[in-house]
Every structure is written in structure tokens, then in C-alpha cells.
């Protein structure tokens, strides 16, 4: 992994749509974004925040999620997201995050990942990086 500097900054802004709202997850007639919505939008935009400083074959993982959810985020309005690196610790990166909906705060906090091998980290549970999931209750 090249360095990373501190304040390294990220943003993501785009869409959400029915299928990730609390209901559509698994919350019945919660019909506003779903907190695991919001943290895959914070993973893809540390990953992609991240991707200039990867060698070949690195990827990052999250380790520590600590978010604070401040209001509803509506299915069809504008996201923004936005993540900045606030320290790196060998190959652990932390990032403060907030991600926002017509200038309101809909959620806050950290999200800390670790830079890995991507081929290495996969062989630790059988996989490569070609092979599909092995989750048996998931859909193929």
C-alpha cells in the first residue's frame, strides 16, 4: 500500500431507490433507507477513496463500523456521502464519515478498514478471488 495522507477526503452522491429501504430489507413498512444501505455506501466510497493507493491485489475490509443514524433518509432524494481519512495506522485506515440528504444529517461517525492481500485474505477461507459465494442461503 502507497501512503495515505490525512485528510484524504472521498464523496459519493447519487440515488437511492424502494429496494433499499428498511422494508424492502427486511423491516416491514419502514419505508425510508435502510441502515445497511448506508453503510454499503460508506464502504464503496472508502474503497474507492482508497483505490489510487492500492497496490495490485489489495482491497480493504471493514473492521469497526461506529455510526449514529440523526434522521430518516428518503428512497428517490439526493445523497451525498462523504469520508475523510483521519488516521492510518500500518495498513488500518480510519475514516470519519457523514452522509447527508438536502443539507440534513442522516448519519455520522467512523468506519475503520484494513488494507489486505486480497488473494492471500481470501485463501484463509478456501476462496479465490474467481470463485462465487459459497453462502448457501443466498441467492445465485
Not at 18 to 38: H, R
Not at 92 to 97: D, E, G, L, N, S
Amino acid at each position: 500500500m502507497k501512503p495515505v495522507p490525512l485528510g484524504t477526503l472521498g464523496t459519493w452522491q447519487g440515488i437511492l431507490g424502494p429496494e433499499q429501504t428498511a422494508a424492502a430489507l427486511g423491516n416491514p413498512g419502514v419505508k425510508v433507507i435502510g441502515s445497511p444501505a448506508l453503510l454499503t455506501l460508506i464502504e464503496r466510497c472508502s474503497h474507492t477513496t482508497l483505490q489510487p493507493f492500492y497496490e495490485p491485489e489489495e482491497a480493504a475490509v471493514g473492521i469497526r463500523f461506529a455510526l449514529e443514524h440523526r434522521s430518516a433518509a428518503v428512497a428517490g432524494d439526493p445523497l451525498q456521502v462523504r469520508v475523510e481519512v483521519v488516521a492510518v495506522e500500518g495498513r488500518r485506515i480510519r475514516f470519519q464519515v457523514e452522509i447527508t440528504q438536502q443539507e440534513r444529517l442522516v448519519m455520522q461517525g467512523s468506519y475503520t478498514c484494513l488494507v489486505v492481500d486480497l488473494p492471500r485474505f481470501l485463501a484463509r477461507y478456501g476462496l479465490t478471488a474467481e470463485d462465487p459465494s459459497r453462502c448457501s442461503s443466498c441467492s445465485r
